[in-house]
Each structure stands twice: as structure tokens, then as C-alpha cells.
């Protein structure tokens, strides 16, 4: 399989450079070369999504909705394609392909839904008072897109947070073209919905270039897009690290942009007493599967479980980490991904005991492990905190209740935070909703924090450095209100004002 740079409706191989992509279960190259996008197609797509603006940002929500509904009717008659391909580029298996694909068709969906009428574009409207002194002018005041769109997909999504994902789609909602970055793990996957999205973008006659799909091995088509005057704004999904060098990039332009970077988190877990002594059999099992759940690759992960230690919590803890180890070894990624887990959790051997199945493990696969260490040991190295990607999870265990909440309080901002207990008055003695509440997007009560509800209600972002804007959601149809602005009109003839303010 060759696989081109999506230009607009061409596909173009101008480029000397191509990769590969590997599969990380087997550890050998899949049969997808993929060209890189060279400066001219890079130019070519940004110029493209300029010239669509214009007619694209008019173009009215029941006609997008209709292209919305397309792209998922030809999605599910390539679904067997789409299956096999992501398999084979994210070494995760058909059952979270499944998932993950209907979680997409159904985002699309509801978009579809949403915008179907203008009516959400419209804000509000001041009547006028010539009698007033001094008097009052008519006000209305509407959404409009921001223009185009440059999108960032995570290696671990490569449906629900990558080539037609929440940012693409509640960018085209909003009316912004959109030029994908593809993800390198997976530009043969990225590059068939592209495929997809652009023949349903033809059949209903969209301007060419409101969607592009680019590929790169490096950061170099990255920096170049987030450069160029005229893209508008960022969509990105990934680690801290990508998300804060993406954001760098940003303010240094002449005009900064806004970037909506969704990035890691560690997702804390407060069990508390109640549960030790109740429930620990039940918690320590649907905490181990949500741990190794896809070798722990989730960015709703709970990386980090705080209890505190009494005459039950051991045998929580050894619960935990009997159903941890005896997990089978799990497939990661990529080979950088694996050898990234690898290397940091050598680091944190010697600050954290570590647990794992000692054995041959293939090449990219990982072992389970449940690191322990006390609450003195994690508040004086702050490094604990940070988020391990893959089947990890660090128990600390705190002398008593105030010392877990200086834990609590200790930690940087989290996509989510999980409460659990057998006892309501218990929680509202320790005061620890309170302290969660500054730190999380979404608090969980006796459950699990992997699972993200495709829904309207969902809080998809947290505080700094789990989202760059926590203000915003990345999930969700209120998604598409980071990629539009207000516009207010002052005493227009309504003959003249856009449709949906008239
Ligand atoms: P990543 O390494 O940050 O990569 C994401 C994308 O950003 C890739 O296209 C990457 O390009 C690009 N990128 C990264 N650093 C860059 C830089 N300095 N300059 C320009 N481009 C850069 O993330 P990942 O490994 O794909 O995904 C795993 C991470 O995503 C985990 O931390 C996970 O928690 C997080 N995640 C968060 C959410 C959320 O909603 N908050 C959802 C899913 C995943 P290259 O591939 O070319 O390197």
C-alpha cells in the first residue's frame, strides 16, 4: 500500500522520503510506505483551506450535517478494512478497534445533530431605545469559525482522537477546514479515513481543501503548519511534553493562536478507609483491568492510587498487584512507546518498590507492574506524580488522612480524579471533594475513570497540564465552541445580516 499526502481532492507523492509503519505485535513493517509531505504540498494544503474558508464558513449546518452522515455510512462500509489496518498499525486488538470506531461514528453523529439547524451560532440580541439617553443601538451578536484548523492525533486513538476524531469534526462543525497532521504510528489508518472524509466532502459538493491529511516521521510538517499565518488554531491530542513544545510554537508566531491541546494525565484514585474494609476484593479487580485496559495506553489511565495505610490496606494492595502481575504481558504501541515504559520506570526503582512478573517478554510488549511507595517519599519527589504511559500504577500509601490530602493537594492539574467509598458521611468529614474538585475536569464516584462518555454532559479537560484550555472540553458537542468566536453586528439592516441572525 502507497500512501500520499491528501491535498485537497489530490493525492500527492512529490517527496523523496517515505517510512514505513511497524506492527508492534509481530515487530515487522507493515506494507504501507507513506510519502512525506513536501514544502510545496504543505503550502498547497494551507492555501487550499484558505480559499475554502470563505464558501465552507457560509455553507449551512443541515448541508455539513448531511456530509457528516456520509462519512459515517462510508466508514461502515469499510469497516473490515479500517479493522485490519488498525490492528496491524496499533498493535491493539479488534474489539477496541470496534469500540473505538462506533465511540467515532457516534461523535460525528451528534455533531451531525447539532449543527443540522444554525440555531446554537446564535447568541443573543439587545432591542434598540432611540428614546434613551443616550440611546440604545440594536445588538446581535452570533458564532462564527475561526478559520482554518490544524489537527494533532494521539498514537493511542487512532479513530476517536486522530484523522476524523473530536477536534477534526467540531472543527468542520464549527465551519474551519481542517489539515490533519497524521500520527506516523498510524498514516496507513489515518490515511483511509482521510480517504473517507474526502469522498464524502466531494459527494456533497464541499469547496476542495476544507480537509487535508499530511504525513511526517518528524516534527518538522508540525512546526511548519503551526507557523504559517494562516492557520487560525490548534487542535492537538498527546503527551505534556508535544502539547507544551506545540503551544511554545504558537506564542512565538507574529499573531498567537489558540491551542486546545489535550494532553496526559495520572488520574488520581482516593480510596477511602470504608473501602478497605468492605470492598477491597471488588476494587482491586476493576482497578487492575482499568490499569492494563489496551496495556494501559489510555490517557483516563489511573495512574496513581492513594489510601491510606491501616490493618486492611495491605490486603488491598496485594490484591492489586496479585491481579496486575498475572495479567498477560501486554503488546504497547510502538517500540518507543515500550522502551520509553521501560526506561522510566527504571528511574523510579529506586524511590518506589516495584512489582511485576519476572519472564521473557517479545519485543513492545510490557510488563504490568504496580509501583508502592509512602506519602513522604511521593510529596518529596515530584516526578512521581507525572504520567506513566502503559500498564502502570503507583500505590501510595499516606499515615492518615492529612497526609493524603497534602498528596492531593500536591498534584498538577488531572483530566480526572476517582473517589471511592462506602460511606457518604466518611467523604464529607475528610473534605476531600473540595481539594479533588481545584484539581480535575470530571470527578468519579465508585467507578473507574477509563471509559469516556461520547455525550453532551461529558467534561473532557482539566486543569493545566492535562489540557492547555480547561475551560473547554475536547469531548462532547460543546467541543465546537473552541473553534468559533463571537461576532457582534451594531444596527445592520437584517436584510443584510448572515441567515441565521436575521
Ligand atoms: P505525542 O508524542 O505527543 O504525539 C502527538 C502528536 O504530536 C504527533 O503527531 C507528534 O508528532 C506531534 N508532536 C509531539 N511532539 C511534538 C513537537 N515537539 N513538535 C511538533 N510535533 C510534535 O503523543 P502520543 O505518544 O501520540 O500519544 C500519547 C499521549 O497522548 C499520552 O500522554 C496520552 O495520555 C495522551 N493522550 C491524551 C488524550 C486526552 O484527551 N487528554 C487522549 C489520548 C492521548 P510525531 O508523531 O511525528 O512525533
Redesign the pocket.
Known sequence: MIVGNRVGYQILKGGNSSFQTLNPRLNEFNDVHIYEATDDEIILAIELAESAFYEYSKISGFKKSLFFQDIVQLMESQERELYELYCCESGLDQDRAKVELTRTKNQILNFASFIASDEWRFCSSEIPDKNSVPSKPELIKGLFPLGPVVV??????PFA?STIGGDSISALAAGCPVIV?S???HAGTGDLIAKIVIQAAIKNDMPEGIFSNLN????SL??KLIENPKIKAIG????????K??MR?SQKREEPIPVFA????SNPVIILPSVLRDSAGLWSMNLSNSITNSAG???TKPGLLFLVKDEYSTELIDMLVNNVVSKDFQCMLSSS?CSNYNKILKEREGFVKLNYRQGDVKPNYAKPTIGICNSSVFLENEFLAE?V?GPFSLVVECENIDSLKRCISSLKGQ?TGTILTDSNEELIETGIIEILQLKVGRMIYNGVPTGVEVVESMQ??GPYP??SESQTT?VGIDAIYRFVRSICFQNFDHKILPEFLK
Open positions: 494533532f492525533g494521539a498514537s493511542n486513538f482522537y497532521k500520527h506516523p504510528l511526517s516521521n518528524d516534527y508540525g512546526e492537538f491530542t498527546g503527551s505534556i511534553n508535544g502539547g513544545a506545540i510554537l489535550e494532553m496526559g494525565s495506553q489510555f490517557c512507546m504520567e504511559f483530566l473532557h479537560g492535562s489540557s475536547a
